[in-house]
């Protein structure tokens, strides 16, 4: 199996007309992936590039390494077939309106483009995972603050500055925890809850600008943010509960955010789509 620099060279090498960067279908669009120094976000941004989008990398705590390396791989393999940088690294914590703002900022400036593309899948969890009568208030407003401000401020920025005319796609990320309503995940489902919402009210607030508004809701995905706070018993039984007996990869997300993104994908909108291989 190709590693996935190898699979980006590929795709960007041109071998024949249909292979050319030009003909890629995000060719030259610019996508901002919020959270994609690790997880899921990482590899919808590799897979972005493949179909050719310009790419910022976004995180937010002190450890740029990650958010980093990923750049430059990307840009490795741009150089390698001759064309511009195509990532760059942003670090903003998509709960600060500032920031936000930054980050948007920073992506127009860079690229010298308005941004065509915002996937929204930075979010986080209480690895405790207490009941509603356990939460604290400190813990329910962070996993507010990210998940559901947070892709309220992102959503805001891109509905203002999203390019118009064809294009534009807003893709947030829920859960299928919000279909599947298990215990100890009341402030997040409750949190991905209103991003389903918003999700809706925003595809049809958008009418006219050509921008669609999507939602993404997996199920149990192999990152950090899966095996935190779990014993390998509790990732067992997770896994005896799957139809096709497996946690899902990142990678089983990524194509369907590409297929979003591009003009393929433009009439799905105002969607909440729950990818989980059948857990819920
Ligand atoms: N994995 C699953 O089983 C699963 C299931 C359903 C839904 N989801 C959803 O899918 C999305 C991605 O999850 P994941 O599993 O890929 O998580 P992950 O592996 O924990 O990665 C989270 C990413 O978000 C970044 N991040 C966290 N807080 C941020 C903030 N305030 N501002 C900007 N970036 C921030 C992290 O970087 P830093 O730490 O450097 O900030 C990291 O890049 C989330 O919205 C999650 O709720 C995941």
Redesign the pocket.
């Known amino acids: 199996m190709a590693t996935p620099q190898e699979a980006i060279e590929t795709a960007l090498t041109p071998t024949s007309p249909s292979t050319s960067p030009q003909s890629l279908p995000l060719h030259h669009r610019v996508a901002i992936v919020?959270?994609?120094?690790?997880?899921?976000?990482r590899q919808i941004a590799l897979h972005l590039t493949q179909l050719g989008a310009r790419l910022v990398i976004?995180?937010?705590?002190d450890?740029s390494a990650p958010a980093d390396s990923l750049a430059a791989e990307i840009n490795a393999a741009a150089a390698a077939a001759a064309s511009l940088p195509r990532a760059i690294v942003v670090r903003?914590?998509?709960?600060d309106p500032t920031q936000v703002k930054v980050l948007f900022d920073s992506a127009e400036r860079d690229f010298n483009s308005p941004v065509h593309i915002l996937v929204n899948?930075?979010?986080?969890?209480d690895s405790k995972y207490p009941t509603i009568a356990d939460t604290s208030i400190e813990s329910f407003d962070r996993v507010f603050a990210?998940?559901a401000t947070?892709a309220f401020l992102c959503s805001r920025e891109a509905a203002n500055r999203l390019k118009r005319g064809g294009g534009g796609r807003i893709i947030l990320?829920s859960?299928?925890q919000v279909a599947a309503l298990r215990p100890g995940f009341g402030a997040y489902t409750a949190a991905k809850a209103a991003v389903e919402a918003m999700t809706k009210i925003l595809a049809k607030e958008l009418k006219g600008t050509g921008i669609t508004v999507n939602c993404v809701a997996?199920?149990?995905?192999a990152?950090?943010?899966?095996f935190g706070g779990r014993t390998e018993e509790q990732v067992k039984k997770i896994i005896d509960e799957s139809p096709l007996g497996r946690l899902g990869e990142t990678k089983d997300v990524a194509p369907l955010v590409g297929f979003l993104a591009s003009d393929a994908g433009e009439w799905v909108n105002g969607q909440i789509i729950r990818i989980n291989g059948g857990y819920v």
Do not use: K
């Open positions: 919020t959270g994609s120094s690790r997880g899921i976000g976004n995180y937010s705590s450890n903003a914590d998509i709960s899948s930075a979010g986080t969890l990210v998940n947070g990320f859960s299928s997996p199920g149990p995905i990152t950090e943010l899966f």
